[in-house]
């Protein structure tokens, strides 16, 4: 299990919110009574939620220890649990459940999907946005790099194995749940700024489960060549900022 760090992931705050407030927008419920934030994190966007429809019982959840700690710190009058969404059966049905960039994280993630769905209330609205970075050159560099140096050899198909499948294949799956199924992507085109942006970026998300299976030394190996083949994957532009393409996969299911 990957071992989060709310700082790091909050480093790029304004980058990650923007796909969360795209798919709060889409979800069209006229007066939600319970809202599932699943996967909640910080609880950054669980406040959110909670400004957009204040009468509504409003519950943060996540597996991250880490995560919940600095969001009841933070939010301390909102509602939080810990929970493992592959086991989570909500006692009552939920009017909106929201995932945020967590399905990408559970394997075979299709039947969490159909079980979100499937408890929803009538009317119900499940909204889930996934990176589809699987498919880019910076994640594809992090297996490459891992076998460059011959490291973690049992690691390497996991880090090259895509963890969100089509467009095609969530079209379909939300068609045979509903009728009302929107699904699209969006190419955000993030300008970092800073020596290793896209390094940091990664750092913060899919790089975390490689860095912390590696012993120090080869730690130190692995970040100075990925961080080159990331120099040269993506250049720094002439003002000192860098352009990192971030596709993200939307679905919103809604319920007769």
Known sequence: MVVW??????????????????LLARIAHPN?????DVGCGPGNVTRIIADRWPHARVVGSDIS??????ARATYPTLEWETIDVREWDPPEAPDVIYS???????PHHDDTIRNMY???????????QMPLS??????????KTLADLDLLPELRPLVDQPDVASVEHYVELGLSLTETTDVWTTTYQQRLSG????????NGSSLRR???????????????????????????????????????????????
């Open 65 to 70: 220890a880490p995560m919940l700690d600095v």
């Open 195 to 202: 020596p290793d942006p896209v390094f940091e970026w990664f």
């Open 32 to 36: 939600p009574q319970l809202i599932h």
């Open 210 to 256: 490689i860095r912390q299976a590696l012993p120090d030394a080869d730690r130190e190996r692995y970040d100075s060549a990925y961080k080159q083949a990331l120099h040269d994957t993506y250049p720094m532009r002439p003002d000192g900022s860098t352009i990192l393409p971030f596709p993200r996969l939307f679905i919103v299911l809604s319920k007769p």
């Open 118 to 128: 499937s408890s929803l209330a009538d009317e119900g609205v499940l909204a889930i």
């Open 100 to 106: 945020n960039a967590v399905l990408h994280w559970v």
């Open 5 to 22: 760090n709310p700082a790091h992931y909050l480093h790029f705050t304004d980058h990650r919110l923007r796909p969360a407030l795209d």
């Open 134 to 143: 699987s498919y880019e050159p910076a994640r594809k560099l992090m297996a």
